[in-house]
């Protein structure tokens, strides 16, 4: 089965199909005559698999401790009843705190937030945690493209050098200048298409796609 065909049979984005490819939690096959990935039904079984414990909110290491057979799927439910009972104790300290706010009938610029803050740090060191938006906002996965630009980019630098020495070391027997020109243009052109999609990816991260892909 094509790509998609699974998409439209599991209900599971191509982009998150690729998503869990990537994190290795499937590995389709590829058809030798052309290398295009060849979907069967224990992949399509699988994603079924991984769209359901997602939807029941498994965190992906826990997903693929089940497929590898490392934990069984009472294991994990175990495991993440824990979780879910501590959020739930979390959420109810929250809606605690903003039905006591609830009843305040001031503007946000006349709340003492300062006694509330200090109220919620006493709750935090008790064990409560609440959703840190700040913290949301600022995750933002840019070390990766970040890193692989640079190298790109430095590498491209290094081979624009190199034409550059071996132009500087022997001009007579360098091609023409013209000719030169256009070989140097080349690095040139894969460090600026390279830097161009740093900017597009940083674009999607802020947009949270990554997020979504990891939704389901």
Not at 143 to 167: D, E, R, S
Request: proline letters at 4%; charged letters at 25%; a neutral charge.
């Amino acid at each position: 089965m094509k790509i998609n065909e699974v998409e439209a049979l599991v209900g599971i984005t191509k982009k998150n199909i690729r998503f869990y490819e990537s994190e290795g939690l499937l590995t389709p096959r590829r058809n030798s005559e052309n290398g295009y990935r060849d979907y069967g039904e224990s992949d399509v079984s699988a994603l079924r698999r991984i769209k359901l414990m997602r939807k029941l909110g498994l965190p992906l290491e826990e997903i693929r401790q089940m497929l590898s057979g490392t934990h069984t799927v009472g294991d994990g439910m175990r495991r993440h009843l824990v979780t879910l009972q501590r959020e739930r104790e979390n959420l109810e300290a929250s809606a605690a705190l903003c039905t006591q706010l609830a009843d305040c009938g001031e503007k946000l610029e006349a709340l003492d937030a300062q006694v509330l803050l200090e109220q919620m740090e006493t709750m935090e060191r008790r064990g409560t945690t609440f959703q840190d938006k700040q913290t949301q906002d600022i995750r933002i996965r840019y070390v990766a493209p970040v890193v692989i630009t640079v190298l790109t980019i430095g590498l491209m630098a290094a081979v624009m050098a190199l034409i550059a020495w071996g132009y500087a070391a022997d001009p007579d027997a360098a091609p023409p200048p013209a000719l030169l020109a256009v070989i140097a243009a080349i690095p040139a052109a894969v460090a600026c298409g390279v830097l161009l999609a740093l900017v597009q990816r940083i674009r999607e991260i802020g947009r949270r796609e990554l997020d979504d892909a990891r939704k389901f």
